[in-house]
């Protein structure tokens, strides 16, 4: 008899893990990169296929007994290769991080100059942030938006970059609520002779389906998570429309120039990764057949429309809002805007007051902070997840009613529990997993 039939089940654990289901399934989710995934890809991230390692690529392993997962690597691969339109894809990175990780590796030596979106204007940690290993590895600068507009300038983008030559030009945020013009920073690229990466971790689901500027013709390589719009497991993933040879002449032991995509397999593995998650993976593989399917178009169609509806619902009631909306499933909020009626009113105390009454977000820093990273003056909120639940237009002005009340009542905990009742009541309407 097998020795795990002997394993006490760990009731630590499991109860801890039923308390959080509870806690996503009563509160309002509103944290811009999270989202629920269907009850398959969960179990397929639970799935035997832990057990395996498969170093390597489908059909090409260090490890023998790979011909199951090597069926469910390439299914991946293809469903997400039609998803975007690319013809090329590795799906192993395990998180956004590590995928943007691979493409430095395989695009960059120590000491390159990288130019990215400011982390503090809503840019993201792996484009150079100094904390991180793309700022410290490599020499980061950084193109950001406007004090009036809230917008990104590109002819400012291009006069920084015609200056500072980056050897790699990043797109893509994790707080900008805009669309991106991907084919005028490719001529920027170009005009420096840069590659031009695009990290699409936010709207990922967005532009999938039609919804946004396709990145692809434009971007020479394009990296997303797949749990945020696109609605995965936690992961990350790299595609190219177009392969080519990669322009800094590492060749092959035959002297030929090696492609793109083989440098970028690479910096996958072995450069940053050892074995793939394959339950990941086979999760991963689910999700990009659901998002292929109608029933995610109409539910990305609608993240944009919720979110469209809620910025208006926030502005009505005061709320600025940076860059004035939204064309994606996010918005950055300057709470400061509400100061008068509201004095002394910070992210934080925003995060940790709403929380009371079961609604996340999460803090943000506003382009030109006057505050730290740990306190701001912002919050971000996002559509994804409320979406997913079925929610509609009219079901994100009750939300931000719901937000008002709470932070016009930050101090008067009685009222907030009273929101916290509506909302646990309410949130039985939209059940998650039955
Ligand atoms: N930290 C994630 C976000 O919340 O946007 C991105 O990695």
Avoid at 411 to 426: T, Y
Wanted: glycine share 10%; proline share 4%; charged share 20%.
């Amino acid at each position: 008899m097998s020795t795990l039939t002997s394993v006490e089940r760990d009731t630590t654990i499991f109860d801890l893990i039923n308390r959080e289901k509870h806690r996503q399934e009563s509160g309002i989710e509103l944290i811009a990169s999270e989202n629920f995934t269907s009850r398959q890809v969960m179990e397929a991230a639970g799935s035997v296929l832990t057990n395996k390692y498969a170093e390597g690529l489908p059909g090409k392993r260090y490890y023998g007994g790979c011909e199951v997962v090597d069926e469910i690597e390439q299914i991946a691969i293809d469903r997400l290769k039609e998803l975007f339109g690319a013809t090329w894809a590795n799906v192993q990175p395990h998180s956004g991080a590590q995928a943007n990780t691979a493409v430095f590796l395989a695009c960059l030596n120590p000491g390159d100059k990288i130019m990215g979106f400011n982390l503090s204007h809503g840019g993201h940690l792996t484009h150079g942030s100094p904390v991180n290993i793309s700022g410290k590895y490599f020499k980061p600068i950084f193109y950001g938006v406007e004090a009036e507009t809230g917008l990104i300038d590109w002819d400012k983008v291009e006069e920084t970059a015609v200056r500072e030559r980056p050897k790699l030009l990043i797109c893509g945020a994790s707080a900008y609520s805009r669309d991106w013009d991907y084919a005028r920073l490719r001529s920027i690229a170009d005009q420096v002779g840069a590659l031009l990466m695009a990290d699409i971790a936010h709207p990922a689901g967005l532009i999938a389906k039609g919804l946004l500027n396709d990145p692809f013709d434009h971007c020479h390589i394009v990296t997303t998570t797949t749990h945020k719009t696109l609605r995965g497991p936690r992961g990350g993933v790299i595609m190219m429309r177009n392969d080519f040879e990669n322009p800094f002449g590492i060749t092959t032991p035959k002297g030929q120039l090696r492609t793109m995509s083989s440098l970028l397999d690479s910096g996958v593995f072995p450069g940053t990764q050892g074995g793939p998650l394959e339950h990941i993976i086979a999760a991963k593989a689910i999700a990009f057949g659901e998002a292929l399917s109608e029933g995610y178009y109409n539910y990305a169609v609608q993240v944009k429309k919720n979110a469209q509806a809620m910025a208006k619902a926030f502005v009505d009631k005061g709320y600025g809002i940076i860059s004035g909306g939204t064309d994606n499933h996010l918005m950055l909020i300057d709470l400061r805007t509400k100061n008068g009626q509201n004095p002394g009113l910070t992210g934080k105390l925003a995060e940790n007051t709403l929380i009371k009454a079961d609604i996340t977000i999460n803090k943000n820093m506003v382009p030109f902070d006057d505050k730290s990273p740990m306190i701001t003056s912002g919050i971000r909120v996002g559509t994804a997840a409320v979406t997913t639940r079925g929610m509609v237009e009219t079901d994100m002005e009750r939300i931000v009613d719901f937000i008002d009340t709470v932070l016009v009542n930050h101090d008067q905990d009685a009222k907030i529990a009273a929101v916290k009742g509506e909302i646990n009541n309410w949130m039985k309407q939209f059940p998650l997993y039955l």
